[in-house]
């Protein structure tokens, strides 16, 4: 068998070659966590990686329902159509989702109440048809955006938290058309680092055609074990590209597998959890990064 720093030492220098060449725009602010505190518009943020299994939609439903328990007024997308987001949170709905209003088969965008201040826009498996749906819409790069403009969520919401399918299709291409931040879960394996300069160059591509704003905002390490192999690769993500990987490390954690199960947030399952510490710190630290 190859030691693990072997295949480390093998496999780094040309992933971390191209790593070093990604230009990613990243500030740190004074940590803050308090809502009265905090002066800032809308934030809409798209939660990406084109690989599956990285932690995309815990991400999205963890960080979301923490805020709202901080007071912030949250939207959450569903923009996949395993729609994971929606059963991970509600029970499954009958009525509209964002497919419809996607295609205009909806004048509003169809909104779930989860509790005071989290709320829900559903999928379902009906989304996997609107890339064919709107293959010759005109501007179809920009559908998402018009529909949140003209449900004037930037006058109702703190944050709106896109969960993007894994892929770089049409709907992530929307998401980082409307966003003004994308975070990137990633895995500290080998593998995940081949597509993080390609997922890199497509949000470069966004930014320069479509949305000035589209910029990576951070880089979140999900499902870590302390691993020989996952320091190294940690070490050499931030030797890469330094603050931009949060410090906040969501650790390998079975109670955030099994919280979908019964419809709840991490906090509500188990506030004493792993994954519930590391999603609440990752929280403050979100909220002192974004400003």
């Known amino acids: 068998m190859v030691p693990q720093q072997q295949i480390i030492k093998r496999s780094f220098p040309h992933y971390i070659k191209e790593l070093s060449r990604i230009k990613i725009s990243?500030?740190?602010?004074?940590?803050?966590t308090s809502k009265i505190n905090i002066c800032m518009n809308t934030k809409i943020?798209?939660?990406?990686?084109?690989?599956?299994?990285?932690?995309?939609?815990t991400t999205v439903a963890s960080l979301g329902s923490i805020l709202s328990k901080k007071g912030y007024n949250?939207?959450?997308?569903?923009?996949?159509?395993?729609?994971?987001?929606?059963?991970?949170?509600?029970?499954?709905?009958?009525?509209?989702?964002?497919?419809?209003?996607?295609?205009?088969?909806v004048e509003e965008l169809p909104i779930v109440s989860l509790n005071e201040n989290l709320h829900l826009v559903p999928a379902s498996l009906t989304l996997?048809?609107?890339?064919?749906?709107l293959s010759t819409a005109i501007a179809r790069e920009r559908i998402l955006s018009d529909v949140l403009q003209k449900a004037k969520v930037e006058e109702k919401y703190d944050f709106v938290f896109l969960d993007c399918p894994p892929s770089l299709g049409l709907m992530t291409l929307n998401a980082f058309t409307a966003s003004t931040d994308i975070v990137i879960p990633l895995i500290s394996e080998v593998l995940p680092f081949k597509g993080l300069t390609m997922i890199n160059d497509f949000i470069n591509m966004v930014s320069t055609r479509l949305n000035p704003k589209a910029h990576i905002s951070g880089i979140?390490?999900?499902?870590?074990?302390?691993?020989?192999?996952?320091?190294g690769i940690e070490a050499k993500l931030r030797e890469a590209v330094g603050d931009t990987v949060f410090q906040t490390k969501i650790r390998k954690n079975v109670r955030l597998a099994e919280a979908p199960l019964e419809r709840q947030d991490i906090l509500d399952y188990d506030k004493?959890?792993?994954g519930a510490k590391d999603y609440a710190a990752f929280t403050d630290e979100f909220l002192a990064h974004i400003q």
């Open 26 to 32: 990243s500030k740190i602010l004074i940590f803050s």
């Open 45 to 57: 943020i798209a939660v990406a990686n084109h690989k599956g299994g990285v932690g995309k939609t």
């Open 74 to 105: 949250v939207l959450l997308i569903d923009l996949d159509a395993q729609s994971n987001l929606t059963t991970s949170l509600s029970a499954p709905t009958e009525g509209p989702t964002i497919y419809d209003a996607l295609t205009g088969k």
């Open 128 to 133: 996997a048809m609107v890339d064919v749906e």
């Open 220 to 231: 979140l390490i999900t499902r870590w074990e302390t691993s020989n192999l996952s320091r």
């Open 272 to 274: 004493n959890s792993n």
